[in-house]
C-alpha cells in the first residue's frame, strides 16, 4: 500500500509533493482570502526543514461549518482533511508548505509573532479578505441591550499597527473605524450608523450562514 507523506511529520519529500508545490499558485482570490485569515486566527508555521511555511487553521468544534468552508476553499493546498482534536474540541487542518505562504510570512511575522505591515492597504482591498477577518475576529457590539455596531479583535496589534488597519479601512472601502482600548491593549470599533451600514453591506453576502449572527 503506498502511503502519502504528510507534512506534519519529519517525512522525506515525495515526487508527488514535490510535482503539487510546482503546479500550485496562490490566485489573487485565494490570496485575498488567505490574507483575511492571517488577519485573523490562522497560524503561519514553518516545516519541519525550515525552508517554507504553511498555514495552520483551527476552530472550535461550534464551528465545523466554518472549518470545512475554510478547506473547500483551500481544498487544492491540503494533503489531510479537517481533523477532531477531543482535547480542545477543535477541527484543525494544514496547508503544504509553499513558497506563496512564505512570501506572505516574510510581510506578516516578525520574529515568530504577527505584524501588519505598512503596506497592508496593497492587500486589504478585496471584500473576501475583509469577510474571513471579520468571521474570524469580528462580532457585533451591544450596549444596554441594543445593536451598537462592530468590533474587531485586533488586540493582538500594537496601537500603531491598528491605525495603519484603520487607514486601509477607510483608503479602500471608505468605511471609518475608532479604536478602542479593551483590557490595554487595542481594537478596531465600527460604531457609526452610516459605516454600519456600509461595513455590513460589503460582506454581509459573503458570510455564510451559520455566522450570520456575528452581523447583529
Known sequence: ????????????????????????????????????????????????SKTNYRLRFSHSVKQEDYVMWKYQNLKEWILTKPRYYAKTRSYFFNTISHSDI???????????KKIIPDSISDFLQNPITLAVWFMDDGNARVDKNRFDGYHINSQSFTLEENQLLVNALYKNFGVFCRIHKNHGKHRLYIGVKANVEKFKKIIQSLVISSLQYKLG
Not at 6 to 18: D, G, L, V
Open 1 to 48: 500500500m503506498k502511503i502519502i507523506p504528510r507534512e506534519a511529520r519529519k517525512i522525506t519529500y515525495s515526487t508527488e509533493i514535490r510535482n503539487l508545490k510546482k503546479r500550485l499558485f496562490l490566485s489573487d482570490a485565494q490570496k485575498a482570502f488567505v490574507v483575511g485569515t492571517i488577519l485573523g486566527d490562522a497560524n503561519l508555521d514553518l516545516n519541519w
Open 102 to 112: 512564505t512570501s506572505l510570512a516574510g510581510l506578516f511575522l516578525k520574529n515568530g
